[in-house]
């Protein structure tokens, strides 16, 4: 019976092991899929995290997308305007004959193109310096203080390297950075101006100041290349042009001016002058003996002293004022703006004493050779009003110079 009553109390454990053993397999498994579907919803969770950043990245790349599109489209359209503007440029700058209004021509275009605010050109002189020739955007008083000479060592420098340098280049190179630290003038953009006859550097080309909330990129410096290089072409055609224009107003044996331009030059200023009721006085002068001259010693010798003689008229007459020309043969013209009678007689007498004071060597006779001239002098409102009787009132009084015994000056009556 004891055996018995422990059978059923050993079952009943047994049977409670078995029921708590299968309640706890039945918990594990409950809890393992409570696992599997928090792994589940958490995959699906991380899955929509990462499509939703999928979607973020995808809509900011879009937005780069509309941006940098919207960005290429303004450069593009700033592109478009410039190759407009630097092909007007390119078709209205050879229509200038005249160096200073191709350089204002080209700092319009430098305003327009590059909105610059300020802009300077320096050209070589004739010292070989860089000097102040035009500018945009500056007071009067402020431009004076660049007139003398170059105030900028790094456009020197690209004087002497023939680069294009905008802010950008200038800035990521410590040698340039030190240069323009040095320099009294800002640069933002710059070039030099190469002629296209002789290769050689003739100015350059600065924007100091760009207007607000502008910018310069590096494919500025293609576009300032190529306005430069329609500059530099158009400043050789005005020389070309000035040098034939020149040839054309002078006299090929004296380098003086031509009898034609004397008479456009006497007629403008001689109404100009009768205008404002102000004296103008003209000279005319004629080597004494000029043909017994050249048959004595030759006309070579003749062309040599009438070089020599015209010499000492136009260096003893007032540069950009004055005028001095080959009247025609051996006479010679000079033109007063400005002038009363008495200072066109001290400066005829000056001119008669240096020709009979100055020995005149000639190289192939060995020889100095010595000539004399006779001057006469007329002057408005003492005389005429009319340019041809006002040359005739000076050539009659050349002859009465000639008349009363030559190498003397005559003022007309």
């Not at 009553?5 to 079952?11: D, G, R, W």
Request: charged share 25%; glycine share 4%.
């Amino acid at each position: 019976m004891f055996f018995n009553i422990l059978s059923s109390e050993y079952f009943l454990m047994l049977f409670i092991v078995i029921i708590f053993a299968i309640g706890f397999i039945f918990l594990l498994l409950l809890i393992r899929k409570k696992n599997n579907e928090i792994r589940l919803l958490s995959s699906k969770i991380s899955r929509l995290q990462a499509v939703e950043e999928s979607v973020f990245e995808t809509k900011r790349d879009l937005e780069k997308t509309k941006l940098s599109n919207e960005t290429l489209n303004n450069q593009k359209l700033n592109l478009s305007t410039r190759f407009i503007l630097i092909e007007k440029f390119a078709q209205n700058i050879n229509a200038h004959l005249d160096k200073k209004a191709v350089l204002n021509a080209l700092l319009e275009s430098l305003k327009r193109i590059f909105k610059a605010k300020k802009a300077e050109i320096f050209m070589f002189g004739s010292d070989k310096k860089l000097k102040f020739a035009a500018a945009l955007g500056w007071e009067k008083e402020d431009a004076e203080i660049f007139k003398l000479s170059c105030p900028s060592a790094i456009l020197e420098y690209i004087s002497e390297t023939s680069d294009i340098l905008n802010i950008n280049d200038i800035n990521k190179d410590f040698h340039l950075s030190e240069l323009s630290d040095k320099s009294k003038l800002k640069t933002m953009i710059a070039g030099s101006m190469v002629s296209p006859s002789t290769n050689e550097v003739i100015g350059v080309a600065n924007i100091s100041q760009l207007e607000e909330n502008e910018s310069i990129l590096q494919e500025d410096n293609r576009a300032l290349s190529i306005l430069l290089n329609l500059t530099s072409l158009a400043m050789n055609n005005a020389e070309l042009f000035q040098r034939t224009k020149m040839m054309a107003n002078m006299d090929g044996l004296t380098k003086l001016y031509n009898h034609r331009y004397f008479q456009e030059f006497f007629r403008d200023e001689l109404s100009r002058h009768a205008r404002y009721k102000r004296s103008i006085s003209i000279i005319i002068s004629d080597i004494d003996h000029f043909k017994t001259f050249n048959d004595e010693y030759g006309h070579q010798a003749g062309d040599f002293v009438l070089k020599e003689v015209a010499k000492i008229f136009k260096s003893n007459i007032r540069k950009k004022i004055d005028l001095a020309a080959r009247y025609g043969g051996e006479e010679f013209v000079i033109v007063l703006p400005e002038t009363n009678a008495s200072g066109a007689l001290k400066l005829a007498e000056r001119i008669r004493k240096i020709v009979e004071e100055t020995k005149f060597y000639f190289k192939p006779l060995k020889e100095s050779l010595h000539v004399t001239v006779s001057i006469g002098v007329a002057n408005y409102p003492l005389n005429e009003d009319n340019p041809d009787l006002l040359i005739k009132c000076a050539d009659a009084a050349m002859y009465k110079a000639k008349n009363s015994g030559r190498n003397k000056v005559c003022l007309a009556e």
